[in-house]
């Protein structure tokens, strides 16, 4: 009897203690409760049996997946029946490459075709294991010492898969709360790193600085507003070096400011330009003069001018051994197949003692660049020393999937007569920005005039046959 007085006064002190508005909505949420246990189970329609098993019987479920277009552009495969170098074989025709990202023409070099074997040989096909499990070999730890060397960064990392690399690299750093300020034109692999990072994303108009500027002039007047979340808050500027969607540079030197000017991190993905832009092949920054200190992190593809497989990531000690424990696709990945680290380790040993592949692969992409620029049914697009080139259709289409399958009927006739190049594919509904079908050309240290000129008749009569 005496608890109840007792209980009585506590009930009294909570309310007096507890604002008015709390109290109202536990009111409201226990009220919620009951009725829901009451009022909503009493409300549910009784079937009889047979009007049961009538619903089972008619019960559609939807599909797994949702229904594709079995003539979808992605579905249109072309086989290659040989060897991939300066030639293959597609479809049964033996074309001239222009598809290909062999840029320096390492797939067809014999000495480190002969490394890859003998590696092969040692170590077997793969490791079957993640880097952190007994998939780390010597051959890695050497690829990693000399990647750092060549860039003259103090470490590197190595990633299995080049998609995986700076899609990794990103969510590594940048997590919920942060702002990353990103080109509009970047690839498919840094967009995926962008959701995957749960930031705030900024966009800027494709190499725009003065649109670049305006956003981060906006940021900083929201964080003069409020200063105890801006101090907390980390600033991402992600930029490509050659554009794989554009074929453009980016300019390198005015990011470098615009990074020190609002204390930005600036992370920059030079899958292309590496082995391409500069007298020794170490990208962009060689290109511009720029000391690699301005830049925070690079990451690049293994897969296209050093014609291997995989990925890495360079910078200081601090920055990349982070990536050792939080990049998802270096801790979970099985670790690269040795012969192909052997193989990238050969492409380097290529670069350090023939610098001149270089400048002859610079100046294909100008040749190239020069004489694609006079077709008349197609305009180029991209710089003269990307070895990566777009050709758009003169004329816009209004339905993109409608402009795509004209450039897959060109890309095809062209292959029926030698020539390979290919539609530059894009998951269109996925994309984050706008992307304008194009036939995709690459250039090769390999080719010759008499080549360029070549693929250039073909393709003009191929492109006046179709678009007339």
Request: proline share 4%; aromatic share 10%.
């Amino acid at each position: 009897m005496v608890a109840i007085p007792y209980l009585f006064n506590e009930i009294e002190r909570i309310f007096r203690n507890t604002p008015l508005y709390a109290i109202t909505l536990e009111a409201f949420l226990l009220l919620s409760v009951v009725w829901l246990l009451l009022y909503k189970r009493n409300g549910r329609k009784h079937f009889t049996k047979e009007e049961e098993e009538e619903l089972i019987a008619n019960y559609e479920p939807e599909p797994l997946v949702p229904h594709t277009d079995p003539n979808h552009p992605l579905l249109h495969v072309r086989l290659v029946q040989s060897k991939v170098g300066k030639r293959v074989v597609v479809n049964g025709y033996d074309c001239l490459n222009l598809a290909s990202h062999n840029y320096l023409g390492l797939l067809e070099d014999e000495e480190i075709l002969e490394d890859a074997c003998k590696s092969l040989r040692k170590y077997g096909v793969g490791s079957c294991g993640p880097r952190g499990f007994y998939g780390t070999m010597d051959v890695h730890l050497d690829l990693e010492e000399r990647l750092a060397k060549f860039m003259k960064m103090e470490e590197a990392v190595v990633y299995s898969y080049g998609f995986s690399t700076v899609a990794s690299a990103i969510p590594a750093y940048s997590k919920r709360g942060d702002i990353i300020f990103v080109d509009a034109a970047v690839n498919f692999a840094i967009q995926k790193g962008l959701d995957a990072s749960r930031s705030t994303i900024y966009f800027y108009k494709h190499n725009d600085m003065a649109d670049l500027e305006r956003l981060l002039m906006q940021q900083e007047q929201k964080d003069r507003k409020n200063p105890n979340k801006a101090a907390k808050t980390r600033r991402f500027l992600v930029a490509e070096g050659i554009y794989m969607n554009t074929g453009q540079l980016c300019p390198l030197r005015e990011l470098v400011k615009l990074r020190a000017k609002y204390k930005l991190r600036l992370f920059l993905d030079e899958s292309i330009s590496f082995g391409v832009l500069g007298k020794t092949g170490r990208g962009i920054a060689e290109h511009f003069n720029v000391d690699l200190v301005e830049v925070d992190l690079i990451s690049a593809g293994m897969e296209w001018a050093m014609g291997s497989i995989g990925g890495f990531c360079v910078g200081s000690h601090f920055i990349v051994e982070h990536q050792r424990l939080s990049g998802v696709g270096y801790c979970f990945s099985a670790s690269l197949p040795p012969m192909l680290a052997q193989a990238a380790i050969s492409a380097l040993n290529r670069f350090e003692k023939d610098p001149k592949i270089f400048a002859e692969l610079q100046e294909m992409s100008r040749l190239l660049h020069q004489i694609f620029s006079n077709f008349s049914k197609l305009t180029i697009g991209g710089h003269p020393l990307s070895p990566v080139k777009h050709l758009y259709l003169n004329v816009t289409w209004e339905q993109v999937n409608e402009e795509h399958k004209k450039l897959m009927e060109i890309s095809d006739k062209c292959i029926a007569r030698g020539i390979a190049v290919i539609e530059a594919c894009y998951l269109y509904n996925i994309e984050k920005q706008p992307v304008r079908p194009s036939l995709r050309v690459t250039a090769n240290r390999l080719l010759t005039l008499t080549d360029i000129n070549d693929a250039f008749e073909i393709i003009e009569d191929v492109t006046k046959e179709l678009l007339n």
